[in-house]
Structures are given as C-alpha cells and as structure tokens.
T-cell receptor, first 111, second 112 residues
Framework: EDQVTQSPEALRLQEGESSSLNCSYT??????LFWYRQDPGKGPEFLFT???AGEEKEKERLKATLTKKESFLHITAPKPEDSATYLC????????????FGSGTKLNVKP | NAGVTQTPKFRVLKTGQSMTLLCAQD?????MYWYRQDPGMGLRLIHY???????AKGEVPDGYNVSRLKKQNFLLGLESAAPSQTSVYFC???????????FGPGTRLLVL
C-alpha cells in the first residue's frame, strides 16, 4: 500500500536554528515527490518536485533532497516567516492521477 | 490569472441537507481534483477528473458526487450531508502527465 509519513508532527525552532523535516514513503514505483507549504486558512503552495534519488532542489532557505526511501526538507537559518505546515506528497508510476499526502509538519519559528 | 478559485469559502449545513461546491481554474488544465483535509490525516483524494466529461473515484468517494461539464469547472456535490463530512475541502488542478498540482484556497464545511 502506498504510504507517506512525515516527522516530526510539529517543530519549534529559534530564528536562525537550522533543522530538517523528514518524509518517508512507500510506493510501488516513484514518479515524483512533491513538497508544499501551507499557511493557516490557505491552500497548499508548491515548493519542489524531486524525481530521482540523489536529486536536490533549493529555494532561498529551503533545500529538498531525495533518497530511495525518504526525502528531507532542510531549513537553513529559518526566519519567523518560514512558519507554516510543510506537506509532502508522492506520485506513483502506476497511476499518475493519484497523489498520496503525508499529514504534514507544523513548523513554528520564534524570533 | 486567478488560478484556482473555490466557492463558497465557508458553509454551515444541517444533517441531511445538500450542497454543491464549485471549483474553477483559468489555466486550461486537463486534470482536476477534490481533496478533503482533516486534522492529523493529511489530504485525501475524493474524486478526480482527467478531462471534460470524465470523472473517477479517489480514496474516499462515498457520500460525494462530482461533475465536469466544462473543462474549467469541477463541481463536488453532497446529496445528504453528514457530520462526518465536516472538513476543509480543497480543489486542485494540473496539466497532463501528472505535473505539479495547483490548489485553491479551500472551502470550510461544518455539518451540524
């Protein structure tokens, strides 16, 4: 069964304190892994797509990496405006139309 | 471009009432999706459509119906609302071949 697990559920950081969020997945064949940011009361906003193990993508203070079993979202020197829920989703090779989402990591960055 | 829009933003229903949620996109996307988001459970796919006039069931389709009469619109219907359908509903769309999904702002539904 295709499955996505994110950890931790919640993370509190001081401004400038770097950390990583984890997304582990079980899928028959991975076509793509997606990271989204979701602010309270809003829809998910796309951040990155990763397609193969070893791939890395960066955007400002965020860097996403991918292995055969998990992905990490590294946050370097976070700021309070990085506070949000970060969602991970996987797309399987055998059905492009279905995306399996994790329950998210709620990040709170304190000034 | 407005992207993906959803109507209404918030609604309160009584058990047994019916309603329709509207999703519209102006990006000429082929694929459209309806998800529900509940605390601690992540986004779960209700129904999806790969083109005008086509729909398919997702992970949690029971109690919902959908229609895609026009390419830009995807409607989600609740025929007889139940408290278990209290949730936040998100619509999403993307181009062919499963590219990145773009989400609407969500509809908060409370069923009493």
């Amino acid at each position: 069964e295709d499955q996505v697990t994110q950890s931790p559920e919640a993370l509190r950081l001081q401004e400038g304190e770097s950390s990583s969020l984890n997304c582990s997945y079980t899928v028959s064949g991975l076509r793509g892994l997606f990271w989204y940011r979701q602010d309270p009361g809003k829809g998910p906003e796309f951040l990155f797509t990763l397609y193969s193990a070893g791939e890395e993508k960066e955007k400002e203070r965020l860097k996403a990496t991918l292995t055969k079993k998990e992905s990490f979202l590294h946050i370097t020197a976070p700021k309070p405006e990085d506070s949000a829920t970060y969602l991970c989703a996987v797309q399987a090779m055998d059905n492009f139309n279905k995306f399996y989402f994790g329950s998210g990591t709620k990040l709170n960055v304190k000034p | 471009n407005a992207g993906v829009t959803q109507t209404p933003k918030f609604r309160v229903l009584k058990t047994g009432q019916s309603m329709t949620l509207l999703c519209a996109q102006d990006m000429n996307h082929e694929y459209m999706y309806w998800y529900r988001q509940d605390p601690g459970m992540g986004l779960r796919l209700i129904h999806y459509s790969v083109g005008e006039g086509t729909t398919a069931k997702g992970e949690v389709p029971d109690g919902y119906n959908v229609s895609r009469l026009k390419k830009q619109n995807f409607l989600l219907g609740l025929e007889s609302a139940a408290p278990s359908q209290t949730s936040v509903y998100f619509c999403a769309s993307n181009r062919r071949d499963g590219e990145t999904q773009y989400f609407g702002p969500g509809t908060r539904l409370l069923v009493l």
